[in-house]
């Protein structure tokens, strides 16, 4: 007699009783409207990994600049240009949303902000303050 | 509390607990960097380049970096988990994940004290 695999265990199927057969068992992701902690969560998951696939980039720019002063000056140019520049608020948003979001964390590690009020207070600030400070971050450096 | 481990000997305590900490070394960096450039306000590559210079804070940023990569790896792994089925897909990936961050690590350290570009 062949095992479930562990990770069917969700899956296991079990005789449902009649007024329950119609109940649907997957729901499509689509039809469901996202909460604000939700969206600060998954934001914050997000954020993290584009931080992370900026970082060859980041490196990259930090031994430019340290190498010459060629290389210093051609970094400077490089952030001069408009795509370098509107990559670099998307990830001063990145870094921003993703902590804010991680203080948010701690935050409710420490037992604090879990009630659903303050839940839903705390996400919203994280998300306008994060929005705000890369506005102003980019005003201040352009 | 689970039944079942997901990774054989340990609950992941460790690993939660390595992703809050390295989060506060990096805080604390930035916190300094910010306060740093501030003060010190390095001009042009000269003065950026003796900023690196300085012992302590070439050993203080090192430190950011390996926190964050460590961090990074952390939570790659957590991404990885949630997203791709245990298999090879997984193991393959989770490699790939390990060496991308061994390989910026060495490379960070070429940066701060290569003195080569």
Known sequence: ML????QDYRM????????HRERPRNLPLATLRLPLPALVSILHRVSGVLL?????????????????????QHVLDLLQSLPVRLLLLALTWALLHHLLAGLRHLALDLHLGLELAKARFTS??????????????GVALW | M????????SHG????LLQRVTAV????YVLVFGLVLLLVRPDGHEGWRELFAVQPFTIATFAFILSLLLHAWLGLRGVLADYVRPGRARQVLDFAAALAVVAMGAWAACILWGGTA
């Not at chain 1, 296991?12 to 007024?19: D, E, G, M, V, Y």
């Not at chain 2, 070394?25 to 604390?28: A, E, P, T, Y």
Request: aromatic share 6%.
């Open chain 2, 13 to 16: 305590m460790s690993e939660w």
């Open chain 1, 52 to 72: 992370f696939l900026s970082l060859p980039g980041v490196l990259w720019l930090l031994q430019l600049s340290l190498s010459s002063a060629e290389g210093y």
């Open chain 2, 25 to 28: 070394v990096m805080l604390l």
């Open chain 2, 2 to 9: 689970v039944k079942r481990l997901l990774q054989p000997g």
């Open chain 1, 3 to 6: 095992k479930q695999k562990s």
């Open chain 1, 124 to 137: 919203k600030l994280v998300l306008l303050l994060g929005l705000l400070l890369t506005v102003a971050a």
């Open chain 1, 12 to 19: 296991r199927s079990r005789p449902l009783a009649p007024h």
